[in-house]
Structures are given as structure tokens and as C-alpha cells.
């Protein structure tokens, strides 16, 4: 399956961004897709991940801002992302695999499949 993130930009704080990763190939509907952010000098984080079945994980640092979201229909995970913080810059990658369990969701390395990033800019 190959991955395509959008929606990126530069936002002030508490604003809101719809950041969208688009599939193509594969059988999208059985696929794990996760968000994680990468900032310059460090690793990448986990931000969300939903399952093929609709089950939602959440970062700590992003419950009741963010919300994920699929469209099977349209091969697309949607990242809702509301009361932006700062400290929400960074690049936000997305990323699927399939078989994966709820408790691996936060796992970077259980992902084969990554999109190319798309750059999240809040402004305080």
C-alpha cells in the first residue's frame, strides 16, 4: 500500500488543521493506520491510530484535541486536529500495516508502510 499525507500548514495557536493520509493499493479497509509527529533532533511519536475495525488510540498529549477518522470508501485516514498548540509543530507522518494489536498501536516499528510527512506549523 502506498501512503500520501496532506494538509499540513501554518496555523496559530488554537486553530484548527485537517491533516488527511490517502491509500492506494492494497486492501485499505484491513489496514492499521497510525499519525506520528517527528521534530527535529528527535524520535518519532506517537499521535493516533485507528483500527481496521474503527478502534481509536490517542497520545496522551493530544486526547480530546485530535480526532481520527476513515473513509474506506475513499481509501482515507483523517487526523482532525483542533486547539493547535505550539508544541504541536512537527513533521506528521502517517503510516499502516495490517495484523497489528491495539496494544501495538503506539509502536513506530510495527509499521511498514509510511507516507511522506507534511510539515504542522502552530504559531503562538
Known amino acids: 500500500v502506498q501512503l500520501q499525507a496532506s494538509g499540513g500548514g501554518l496555523v496559530q495557536a488554537g486553530g484548527s488543521l485537517r491533516l488527511s493520509c490517502a491509500a492506494s493499493g492494497g486492501t485499505f479497509s484491513r489496514y492499521t493506520v497510525g499519525w506520528f509527529r517527528r521534530t527535529p533532533g528527535k524520535e518519532r511519536d506517537f499521535v493516533a491510530a485507528i483500527s481496521w475495525s474503527g478502534s481509536t488510540n490517542y497520545a496522551d498529549s493530544v486526547k480530546g484535541r485530535f480526532t481520527i477518522s476513515r473513509d474506506n470508501a475513499k481509501k482515507t485516514v483523517f487526523l482532525q486536529m483542533n486547539s493547535l498548540k505550539p508544541e504541536d509543530t512537527a513533521v506528521y507522518y502517517c503510516?499502516?500495516?495490517?495484523?497489528?494489536?491495539?496494544?501495538?498501536?503506539?509502536?513506530?516499528?510495527?509499521?511498514?508502510?509510511w507516507g511522506q510527512g507534511t510539515q504542522v506549523t502552530v504559531s503562538s
Open positions: 503510516a499502516a500495516d495490517l495484523g497489528i494489536i491495539y496494544g501495538e498501536m503506539k509502536t513506530s516499528s510495527r509499521y511498514d508502510y
